[in-house]
């Protein structure tokens, strides 16, 4: 399990990986915090996705996140607890528990836009696991 931001010339981008599919995505969250500044978090927050492919999964789970942080004046820290399925109209189902913290006045956090398929891959790789890459506009 481990994430690495890497160099992109306009916008944040992001390596995670894990044996599971939780654990990768589980990685994903933790990137995504450590690009905005969140830190350790003591409020959760339980979010649900459906799409259509784990690509899309990935992308709207990253959407949701910036959607709790906009709406909840709150920056995310990490994942609590992750599920994935893949669900009989072959469509797959994220819920996680979101750790966050509360943006206090005068703390400013990086304010994200949106993620981007640009980039963006979820591929398993026999004998390492998952490996997940997205972009985030900033």
């Not at 994903?28 to 830190?39: L, M, N, P, Q």
């Not at 920056?75 to 189902?93: P, Q």
């Not at 640009?118 to 790789?125: G, L």
Request: glycine share 6%; charged share 30%; hydrophobic share 40%.
């Amino acid at each position: 399990m481990s994430y690495e931001i890497m160099q992109h010339p306009a916008d944040a981008k992001f390596r995670a990986s894990g044996e599971t599919k939780e654990e990768a995505f589980s990685e994903a969250v933790r990137a995504f915090a450590d690009i905005v500044g969140g830190e350790a978090g003591k409020q959760v927050h339980t979010i649900e996705v459906e799409s259509e492919s784990l690509e899309s999964l990935l992308f709207d789970m990253l959407d949701e996140l910036i959607f709790l942080q906009d709406t909840e004046s709150v920056v995310v820290s990490h994942a609590d607890e992750m599920n994935i399925e893949h669900v009989e109209d072959g469509s797959w189902y994220l819920e996680a528990d979101i750790k966050t913290n509360k943006i206090l006045p005068g703390v400013h956090k990086l304010d994200v836009k949106g993620p981007t398929y640009s980039e963006m891959k979820v591929e398993y790789v026999q004998g390492e696991g998952w490996n997940l890459q997205a972009v985030i506009d900033i």
